[in-house]
């Protein structure tokens, strides 16, 4: 059981560092935090509708995963 608590713990901690950067990626839709940094600047300089779509679904899959595994681990914690 320690193997599984150790394996979950390592996905959890990679896909919260992952899920970050990818939140990071997107492009601002303005009058937020992104603002604040430069990203309310128009430029045609962000992704186009195709990569725009990918990066939604790639960061959904990385959210999906990384609540999975805080679930398990609270089921492991909970019942040892």
């Known amino acids: 059981m320690q193997i599984l608590t150790w394996t979950l713990l390592g996905v959890l901690i990679l896909t919260s560092v992952f899920l970050t950067l990818l939140i990071l990626l997107h492009k601002g839709k303005g009058g937020g935090m992104s603002d604040?940094?430069?990203?309310?600047?128009?430029?045609?300089?962000?992704?186009?509708?195709?990569?725009?779509?990918?990066?939604?679904?790639?960061?959904?899959?990385?959210?999906?995963?990384?609540?999975?595994?805080?679930?398990?681990l609270g089921l492991i914690v909970r019942f040892q």
């Open 36 to 72: 604040m940094f430069g990203g309310g600047m128009s430029s045609n300089l962000g992704s186009s509708g195709v990569a725009e779509r990918n990066l939604n679904r790639f960061t959904a899959l990385v959210a999906i995963i990384w609540v999975a595994a805080i679930i398990l």
